[in-house]
């Protein structure tokens, strides 16, 4: 098992940052990929950012890319994503998965983010 916490939400005027975190405890030696994902009303979750956590591979949303910045620290079992250039279309319910080598899936609860314009 693998237990998630995510912080770093919170509301912000359109163009300002956020950083969001997203700690993994457990059995963390099976990690073989984080994802942040976003979900806003109405609306099906997405992908927003993924990073592969041996290779440190990076894949990212078309509509994130040059804004976000997804990065990961092992030492910690934490991975971070960046948010810069924040937009209104951006506020949604971020939230973090861990797929092990295993092909299992770990979500986390999910943490608001908020621009105002």
């Known amino acids: 098992q693998i237990q998630l916490v995510e912080s770093g939400g919170g509301l912000v005027q359109a163009g300002g940052s956020l950083r969001l975190s997203c700690a993994a405890s457990g059995n963390t030696f099976s990690i073989n990929r984080f994802g942040w994902y976003r979900q806003a009303p109405g609306k099906e979750r997405e992908l927003v950012a993924r990073i592969y956590y041996i290779t440190g591979s990076l894949d990212y949303a078309d509509s994130v890319k040059g804004r976000f910045t997804i990065s990961r620290d092992i030492a910690k079992d934490t991975v971070y994503l960046q948010m810069n250039s924040l937009k209104p279309e951006d506020t949604a319910v971020y939230f973090c998965?861990?797929?092990?080598?295993?092909?299992?899936?770990?979500w986390g609860r999910g943490t608001q983010v908020t621009v105002s314009s």
């Open positions: 998965l861990i797929t092990t080598r295993f092909g299992s899936d770990f």
